[in-house]
């Protein structure tokens, strides 16, 4: 069998394409171990479980190969195998996010907004970064409606909330599969809102928090809500609110779960809130050092809750460093476990300059974004506890004017990175559940 050309284009309306040249279509595969006599009396379920195994690059290129092949993805006998065999991988998913002022209404006829319909080139994109690789993919979203971002990721699936002020819409979808199931609009109308997304094999749940709008011109954050759905055929449809704590202040826009709880940044001081799920309740959490804090960023890794921030104490003999802390399972108590090289953090600090960075967390990898810098980023493997600078994505670069650089001063052309922590699945065992939301909500409308 010949190689496949990694630029060869895909039959499929979600395109997954790869960093790099395309493979040799001009070596021989030759020799005996490929004689077709053996290959081909390979009963079906043998091939099916090795494709299985393929990793997902090389599985969009393989459906080229023949019909019964590019139908595998539409197999619920295949999935399910998938379910079963295929790897976990930690991956993160990052999207381009253009620097605008905030205004509570905004005019759906802005030609500043590259979603606004009247920007007949627009097309979302995402850019999927694997840490085992480091190598860079490229995934276009065309059945994403202008004006909606991409919020949350939890279980291979991606979630997407109405940008307009009010009534917030959100949209549940699986990039590689092509599912797309719009939730209902929330109850509460909201500007900017903080959103939690937990998929597990039976259930699944949605918190949004925050940024409550009590007039045309102000918001507070006063309330959340939160959607919930589970095989057992429970149904709460934002039927569940909670009032938050008194003074809380939500910046960050994103939550993390771990263990039945979402968690998300209180600003002004620096503080942890936490929403337990079965008991609907919302309390604070104290956070380390944190008058002395800096870019502050809640991650989940491998079932523990970190926290990743710069530590800056100008007045006291210590020095600056970019710490990491894990929470107990007393749910009180941080302890610290990790710390940036010196050396290495002198080097990050000169080119972060003070904008501050954002963190996310999958997996055993931790990756820190310098906001304003859509080239800089660096990447933690927690579990070999080495630190690397990541290679900036391919797909992005030499697109702004002016400078090359992805760093720098206030130009109308610049944007940068924010990502989220993702994991590539064909299938997940919610999408009979998201598919029965689509007979109520049939006149929902994106």
Known sequence: MEAFNASMPLPFSYLFTSEGTAANTSSS??????????????????????????????????????????????????????????????????????????NIYQSNNSTNDPRSSSSASYNMEGYLFDPYEIAWHRLSFPLIPSGFSPCASSGGLLCWVSDEAGMKSLILCNPLAGSFTPLPPTLRPRLFPSIGLTITPSSIDVAVAGDDLISPYAVKNLSSESFHIDAGGFFSLWGTTSSLPRLCSLESGKMVYVEGTFYCMNYNPFSILAYEIGSNNWCKIQAPMRRFLRSPSLVESKGRLLLVAAVEKSKL??????????????????????????QLYIQFADIEGGRGFDCIGNGEFVVIMIRGCWDKALLFDMWRKRWQWMPPCPFVGGRRSGSGSGCGGGGGGEFELHGFAYEPRLATPVTGMLDQLTHPLQSFRC
Not at 50 to 77: H, M, Q
Not at 334 to 342: A, D, I, L, Q, T
Request: aromatic residues 16%; positive net charge; contains cysteine.
């Open 29 to 102: 595969c030759g020799g005996p171990w490929m004689d077709t006599r053996i290959w081909s009396k390979l009963p079906q379920s043998l091939l099916d479980r090795v494709i299985a195994f393929l990793p997902l690059p090389a599985f969009f290129r393989a459906r080229s190969v023949c019909k019964r092949w590019y139908g595998l993805l539409f197999s619920s006998t295949f999935l399910e195998l998938c379910l079963q065999v295929s790897p976990d991988r930690h991956c993160f998913i990052f999207f381009k996010n253009k620097t605008h002022s905030t």
């Open 317 to 342: 003999n210590v020095p600056k460093s970019l710490r990491i802390w894990f929470l107990q399972d007393c749910g009180t108590t941080w302890v610290e476990m990790e710390r940036m090289p010196y």
